[in-house]
């Protein structure tokens, strides 16, 4: 069974960078195909894809905030990590992990219906 766990900072001061771990059981990040992606859910609005990787490293931006976001993995740790920079309080979210690729990559607009497997999701709080 495939599971994804999200692992980071609840809490991050604005300006400071934020670093989410996802950590990948019972599939390969090498897997064929298989497209690793981070999505976001503010409060009170909906889901938003923000950044992913494939199989074989290549990555894949929301281009509203490409200019703030990289996405890596660890291949020996089956994990993949997501890094958003010069947080403000408009980042506070749930994020989660998710195995697929969203097909509207434009506007980062995407449904749970698109990912065969989800993290539980990890609440990040930007605040002084």
């Known amino acids: 069974q495939v599971q994804l766990q999200e692992s980071g900072p609840g809490l991050v001061r604005p300006s400071q960078a934020l670093s989410l771990t996802c950590t990948v059981s019972?599939?390969?990040?090498?897997?064929?195909?298989?497209?690793w992606s981070w999505i976001r859910q503010p409060p009170g609005k909906g889901l938003e894809w923000m950044a992913a990787i494939n199989f074989s490293g290549s990555t894949y931006y929301n281009p509203s905030l490409a200019s703030r976001t990289s996405i890596s993995r660890d291949t020996s740790k089956m994990q993949f990590t997501l890094q958003l920079s010069s947080v403000t309080p408009e980042d506070t979210a749930v994020y989660y992990c998710?195995?697929?690729?969203?097909?509207?990559?434009?506007?980062?607009?995407?449904?749970?219906?698109?990912?065969?497997?989800w993290g539980q999701g990890t609440q990040v709080t930007v605040s002084s």
């Open positions: 019972g599939a390969s990040i090498r897997d064929k195909l298989a497209y």
């Open positions: 998710a195995r697929g690729l969203p097909r509207d990559r434009a506007t980062g607009d995407t449904t749970r219906y698109e990912y065969a497997y």
